[in-house]
């Protein structure tokens, strides 16, 4: 176990944990982004207007996974999920956390 996962819980065990209860995942690249290619079944909120969709998010009443291109703007999503009192994780890029899905 590296440093990172000791400090910050093994991310892998974390987003198997989010999908056995049934996590939402949301995908905060643009549009234009998404389109290209996306994990089946995910939703589209780019980072922008993620502030807009928290009451959306919050009535779902699901933990979220979130991801992007490349784990940076997932992660500044999660931070303000769970600012919001909405359980997230940074699942990182979102071609990577297909294959641990």
Known sequence: MGLLDFLTGNKTDK???FQSRKAIIIDVRTK???SQGAIPGSRNIPLQMLNDKIED???MNKPVI???ASGMRSASAASV???HGI???NGGGWSSLQKKL
């Open 15 to 17: 987003i198997k944990d």
């Open 32 to 34: 234009a982004e998404f």
């Open 57 to 59: 998010i919050k009535k």
């Open 66 to 68: 979130a991801c992007c």
């Open 81 to 83: 999920l769970n600012k």
């Open 87 to 89: 359980e997230a994780v």
